[in-house]
């Protein structure tokens, strides 16, 4: 939702879409270390690239709703 906002040229509404994204992943991944404690690696619902992404095109359009 939050790409197809940007599209759009839906700056603050992509921004909202994409910090709700990274939030709850940044839920699931404390979760899931408070449930498995001892698993070598943390799954991800959202995969590390697509959160990189994310967190990336926050800051980007912040920057760009800055201005």
């Known amino acids: 939702m939050a790409q197809i906002a940007e599209y ?7 921004i909202e879409h994409y910090r709700k994204a990274i939030e709850i ?3 699931y991944r404390a979760q899931f270390k408070l449930l498995y404690p001892q698993w070598p690696y943390i799954v991800s619902r959202l995969g590390e690239e697509k959160y990189q992404l994310a967190v990336e095109r926050v800051r980007k359009l912040s920057e760009k709703a800055d201005k």
């Open 25 to 27: 992943e940044d839920q």
């Open 8 to 14: 759009l040229g839906k700056i603050q509404t992509a």
